[in-house]
Structure formats: structure tokens, C-alpha cells
């Protein structure tokens, strides 16, 4: 595991429940603050009120396929919002076309599951430390 506090707040989204605490617990570990959704408009729902409170979010982790409202949506409700958030897609597969479109709507950092705790908290430290810029209302990606 990572060594030191991220303290980040993020939200993460995935109908998977095992999948959803799981990835809860790895963060938390990590000392970050974990709010969970079920579904694309569950986390569009809760993201809106935390800019709304002014208690943003500094990361959204969302999975590709869910009910009501899918990963793609998600970024394009989120897009729509001029809200800049970073984003980290995680998914079981990404089909033909799908990272292309990931890119086109300016999030550019996605893991296929499983991914390993380590492999998880290292890409939350490298997009939360501003190394790679992921937000959805960018237009490319800078190092």
C-alpha cells in the first residue's frame, strides 16, 4: 500500500456492492473521506449538492455499466454542469470505441477490473497530486 494520508474526498460509483466496499475500504485505508453510489444518477445526484454545499468532491470513480444512468452519461451530465471534476473510469471491459470516447469527453485515465489496492491508491495519488489532469471539461491531457 501507498505510504502516507491522501485525505481526499471521492465518491465512487459501481452497481457492484462487493466491488463498490471494497474499493470504499482501499480508500479509506488510505485516510480519503468515501461517499458510494449505486448508479449514474445516484452520483450525479450527489455530486450536484456537494458543489451546491460547496463540500466538492476532489475525485469521482465510476464504473462504465449501471442502471439509470451509465458511466458515459454520468460524464455527460457532469460536462453539461460545467463542473470540473477529475475522473477514473474502472470497468470489466472497455468495448471497441469506448476509450476513444473516454478521451473525447476529456477523461483520460481508466483501469479494466480487477485492479489491486496498490494499483488503485497509486493512480488516486497520481490524479490527485495533479500529475496527470483528468477533469471532464478538459481538452487534453497534460503531464
Avoid at 458543489?51 to 460524464?75: C, R, V, W, Y
Avoid at 477533469?135 to 503531464?143: A, G, I, P, R
Amino acid at each position: 500500500m501507498l505510504e502516507g494520508n491522501m485525505n481526499k474526498r471521492i465518491l465512487v460509483a459501481d452497481d457492484n456492492v462487493f466491488l463498490l466496499k471494497t474499493i470504499q475500504y482501499a480508500l479509506e485505508s488510505a485516510e480519503n473521506e468515501v461517499t458510494t453510489a449505486m448508479d449514474g444518477k445516484e452520483a450525479l445526484s450527489l455530486v450536484l449538492d456537494s458543489e451546491a454545499s460547496g463540500n466538492k468532491f476532489h475525485l469521482l470513480i465510476t464504473d462504465l455499466q449501471m442502471p439509470n444512468m451509465t458511466g458515459l452519461e454520468l460524464i455527460d451530465e457532469l460536462k453539461k454542469a460545467e463542473i470540473e471534476l477529475p475522473i477514473l473510469v474502472l470497468s470489466g471491459c472497455f468495448p471497441e470505441g469506448v476509450r476513444s470516447e473516454l478521451t473525447k469527453r476529456g477523461c483520460f485515465n481508466h483501469l479494466e477490473k480487477p485492479v489491486t489496492f496498490d494499483e488503485l491508491l497509486s493512480r488516486v495519488a497520481m490524479i490527485s497530486s495533479g500529475t496527470t489532469k483528468v477533469n471532464v471539461n478538459s481538452e487534453c491531457l497534460t503531464s
